[in-house]
């Protein structure tokens, strides 16, 4: 089936410590973003990429890290830095033809 | 910077119209998108207007006024499954996507 998955679909990590978020796609879309999603806000950009090795930071990048090594896969870091990093990450595609996001069905991260 | 306000909760009733209004004041505009988010889960893509006017799905329908920075989602013949978010969004001149908070809608028996 084509589609995005990220995973785990939950995560618990301990303050200070750095954890990497997955998102494999295989919709052969070039572009991918990340968002951050909290309660009663709406979603913010992370990082973005519109092709394989080179991404651009969003509106909040301090604190986090990503990389694009391949077309399928574009993991996100959340590092110690990140000062309120528990929320609901959601990845997302865009293909050529098209302006539309297509998303995954998220992880929520808690730190304790 | 990027301005989308849309209300924060809707009630209805099953059955029902519900208008879920978005303004907007943006850098650039290139189009507005509407998503249904159910809790906890993905977003997914309900319509996406990019000239004045109505636009028909089925039960929903979306409008778009350029000259206004306006917007709205209506929602007919409410059912229980609609109860989710419905978020707003502006595509940018650099194709980035600003979103509104979202509009709750709950849908009553």
């Known amino acids: 089936d084509g589609g995005i998955t990220q995973s785990p679909k939950y995560l618990f990590r301990k303050e200070g410590q750095n954890v990497t978020l997955s998102c494999e796609q295989n919709l052969n879309h070039d572009a991918m973003y990340w968002y951050r999603q909290d309660p009663g806000q709406g979603l913010r950009l992370i990082y973005y990429s519109q092709i394989v090795n080179d991404f651009q930071k969003g509106d909040i990048a301090e604190g986090y890290s990503v990389s694009r090594e391949k077309k399928e896969s574009f993991p996100l870091t959340v590092t110690s830095a990140q000062k309120n990093p528990t929320a609901f990450y959601l990845c997302?595609?865009?293909?050529?033809?098209?302006?539309?996001?297509?998303f995954g069905p998220g992880t929520r991260l808690t730190v304790l | 910077g990027q301005n989308i306000d849309q209300p924060t909760e809707m009630t209805a009733t099953e059955g029902a119209i519900v208008q879920i209004n978005c303004t907007y004041q943006?850098?650039?505009?290139?189009?507005l998108f509407w998503y249904q988010q159910h809790a906890g889960e993905a977003p997914t893509f309900l319509s996406y207007?990019?000239?004045?006017g109505l636009e028909e799905k089925g039960r929903f329908s979306s409008f778009l006024s350029r000259s206004k920075g306006y917007s709205y989602l209506l929602l007919k013949e409410l059912q229980m499954k609609d109860s989710a978010s419905y978020l707003c969004a502006v595509r940018d001149n650099d194709y980035k996507l600003s979103f509104g908070a979202g509009t709750t809608v709950t849908v009553r028996a």
């Open positions: 997302a595609t865009r293909g050529l033809a098209t302006y539309t996001r297509y």
């Open positions: 943006t850098s650039g505009f290139n189009g």
């Open positions: 207007n990019v000239l004045d």
